[in-house]
């Protein structure tokens, strides 16, 4: 399993970004997939996740600005972000995991995302 994360970059506080995160291989349809976010200096934290059903979790000082969605037949896994702020920069990675068996767990490369005038 791969997951490929994009639409990272450099955007103004109050501004917008699209976050995108493919995902191929071998991939068990009830899966659940979601987003964390590294902050320099921080450990990795929860930002959203969503299952296979489009039942969704997010991180309670993000709910409101961030949304997480998903399109099954795509494989695909997106993040809206809006009123963006200068503490939301870090790198994003978006992750899959299911059990079948045994526990699979598959992270992305990150994308960064800057927030800053």
């Known amino acids: 399993v791969q997951l490929q994360a994009s639409g990272g970059g450099l955007v103004r506080p109050g501004g917008s970004l699209r976050l995108s995160c493919a995902a191929s291989g071998s991939i068990f349809s009830l899966n659940t997939m979601g987003w964390y976010r590294q902050a320099p200096g921080k450990q990795r934290e929860l930002v959203a996740t969503i299952t296979e059903s489009g039942g969704t979790n997010y991180a309670d000082s993000l709910k409101g600005r961030f949304t997480i969605s998903r399109d099954n037949a795509k494989n695909t896994l997106y993040l809206q972000m809006n009123s963006l702020k200068p503490e939301d920069t870090a790198v994003y990675y978006c992750?899959?995991?299911?059990?079948?068996?045994?526990?699979?767990?598959?992270w992305g490369q990150g994308t960064l995302v800057t927030v800053s005038s």
């Open positions: 992750n899959l995991r299911y059990w079948l068996r045994q526990a699979y767990n598959y």
